[in-house]
């Protein structure tokens, strides 16, 4: 789970702890690059499962994603608001 799991949501105060040093690994952890993030992903990964031989790495995910993901639901009422406007006009025009 995200500090923040909506984008619109105030930022809930975080505190960051050293992941590997807990009883249960957590589900998540963030890297920042100067980088392309693409471009280190796969040894980001090589290097966790090094790391960490019995948890396996799901999914990689860059800032991007993640806040596309988060505005997927708005876009989706957005897009269905403007087609039954143009179907409301066309309705109304005839």
Do not use: H, N, W
């Not at 923040?4 to 590997?20: G, S």
């Not at 396996?56 to 039954?84: E, K, N």
Request: hydrophobic content about 50%; overall charge positive.
């Amino acid at each position: 789970m995200y500090p923040c799991d909506e984008i619109r949501e105030a930022t809930l105060r975080t505190i960051y702890l050293d992941a590997f040093q807990l009883q249960r690994p957590p589900g998540t952890f963030a890297l920042r690059t100067s980088v392309d993030p693409q471009a280190v992903a796969a040894a980001v990964r090589r290097t966790a499962l090094d790391v960490l031989k019995d948890v396996p790495v799901a999914r990689v995910m860059t800032l991007s994603d993640q806040v596309d993901a988060t505005i997927v639901p708005g876009r989706l009422i957005a897009s269905l608001s403007g087609a039954f406007a143009v179907l409301g006009s066309l309705l109304a025009a005839r």
